[in-house]
């Protein structure tokens, strides 16, 4: 069982990065798969999640029109692309699996990544 998170950097504000996350075959073929971030001194926050079909999506009300989620079945990834970056998006990125439902609720997803640093620079 794994999700190995990558794409992580520094960014300018309104520039972009691509996250991505390889999860173990079975994880991405059974569950949601959702990005969530965690900026210094706060608390875990859910971005967006995926489920199997890739019209099922979700975001949170900050990155709607911004970031956008996708699974690419040929490489068994989801992508997280991050358009027009603000500063307040800073914080490290994190992968997670095991939900069966598109959910924003971290204690649903039984598997994380290790996570990636995103900095976004004003």
């Known amino acids: 069982v794994q999700l190995q998170a990558s794409g992580g950097g520094l960014a300018q504000a309104g520039g972009s990065l691509r996250l991505s996350c390889a999860p173990s075959?079975?994880?991405?073929?059974?569950?949601?798969i959702a990005w969530f971030h965690q900026a210094p001194g706060k608390e875990r926050e859910f971005v967006a999640a995926?489920?199997?079909?890739?019209?099922?999506?979700a975001y949170a009300d900050s990155v709607k029109g911004r970031f956008t989620i996708s699974r690419d079945y040929a490489k068994d990834t989801v992508n997280l692309q991050m358009n027009s970056l603000k500063p307040e998006d800073t914080a490290v990125y994190y992968c997670?699996?095991?939900?069966?439902?598109?959910?924003?609720?971290?204690?649903?997803?039984?598997?994380w990544g290790q996570g990636t640093l995103v900095t976004v620079s004003s």
């Open positions: 995926i489920g199997w079909s890739a019209m099922n999506t």
């Open positions: 997670a699996a095991g939900s069966f439902v598109v959910t924003g609720n971290p204690d649903r997803y039984v598997y």
């Open positions: 075959g079975q994880l991405f073929n059974y569950y949601v």
